[in-house]
Structures are given as structure tokens and as C-alpha cells.
């Protein structure tokens, strides 16, 4: 069983900077892909980014160049920068461990999940 616990979240004003950080229970993001999804208020569960296996990331196009997935060399925890924000990033956000190595930007790719963090962007 992986347990995954995320921190970082809180309140910060547009253009603003956050930290997620994602802990597991084990070095399981050496074998097996990381991902962050968000969820605001009223809306579906949405695919963020996510880093493989081999280091390779992958963003969302609403996201892209403003947030930087990365892990540490221990493979323990995946962190999520995020720069610029928006009041649009205000969500609750969850990391995921993915079935394989590979990333997937569906929910059905991953089967651990972390309870979620909340971020919210004033304008």
C-alpha cells in the first residue's frame, strides 16, 4: 500500500508563487510515474502534470511554463512549483502515483492518490 501525503497549498495573491510537495511512503517514483491533478469548485478533476519514470515531464496547456514538476534524487517526493498564478488555478490539488512508468493525463492511469491540498489565487 503507498500512502502519499501532499503539503504546500494555501492562499496567495495573483502572480504569486506556491510549492506542492507530494511525499510517499516508499521510493515507489523511481519505478513508477508522478502526477498532480486540480479540482475547483464545480468542476471535473483535471490532469495538471505529471514526470515519468525516467525523469520526462509533461504539463497541461493551461499551465505550461508557469509550473515545474519535478522529484527529489531519493524518488520519495514529487514537488509541483507553481509561478504566475492565476485566480483560474484556484483548485484543490492532488498528486497521483500512475499504474506504470509512463504518464498518463487520465485519473484511470493512476491508482494511489493523496487526500489533496488547497490553493487558492486571489485577484
Known amino acids: 500500500q503507498v500512502q502519499l501525503v501532499e503539503s504546500g497549498g494555501g492562499l496567495v495573491q495573483a502572480g504569486g508563487s506556491l510549492r506542492l510537495s507530494c511525499a510517499a511512503s516508499?521510493?515507489?517514483?523511481?519505478?513508477?510515474?508522478g502526477g498532480w491533478f486540480r479540482q475547483a469548485p464545480g468542476k471535473e478533476r483535471e490532469f495538471v502534470a505529471a514526470i515519468n519514470w525516467a525523469g520526462s515531464t509533461f504539463y497541461a496547456d493551461s499551465v505550461k511554463a508557469r509550473f515545474t514538476i519535478s522529484r527529489d534524487n531519493a524518488k520519495t517526493t514529487v514537488y509541483l512549483q507553481m509561478n504566475s498564478l492565476k485566480p483560474e488555478d484556484t483548485a484543490v490539488y492532488y498528486c497521483?502515483?500512475?499504474?506504470?512508468?509512463?504518464?498518463?493525463?487520465?485519473?484511470?492511469?493512476?491508482?494511489?492518490w493523496g487526500q489533496g491540498t488547497q490553493v487558492t489565487v486571489s485577484s
Open positions: 497521483a502515483r500512475s499504474r506504470t512508468g509512463g504518464v498518463s493525463r487520465l485519473e484511470r492511469g493512476y491508482d494511489y
Open positions: 516508499g521510493p515507489t517514483f523511481s519505478t513508477y510515474a
